[in-house]
């Protein structure tokens, strides 16, 4: 089995999101949930993955990064 990108999920104090995602948007996040499970034998939540993944998202994105490095957007914990 292919290595999934998101590991283990940190344990951190959450802020309440609410959101509708796509059904099929769901499901792939239901099997992805599946598959770590599966692979690490950790079971997760579905829900939980989201989180992880956006930070992944926002990490890899090379466009962000640079306007962060910039100074274009504020830095995590700035304007909360």
């Known amino acids: ?4 990108k998101i590991g ?3 344990d951190d104090k959450p802020v309440k ?8 948007v769901h499901r792939d996040l239901t099997a ?5 499970t599966r692979q690490g034998g950790q079971v ?3 829900t939980k993955l989201i989180a992880a993944m956006l930070a992944r998202f926002m990490a890899t ?3 962000f ?3 962060k490095r910039e100074g274009h957007v504020p830095s995590a914990g700035e304007g909360q």
């Open 65 to 67: 990064s640079k306007l």
């Open 17 to 24: 999101v609410s959101t509708e995602l796509p059904a099929a």
């Open 61 to 63: 994105d090379r466009g």
């Open 44 to 46: 997760v939540d579905p």
């Open 8 to 10: 283990e999920l940190p």
């Open 1 to 4: 089995m292919p290595k999934l």
């Open 32 to 36: 992805y949930a599946e598959a770590l």
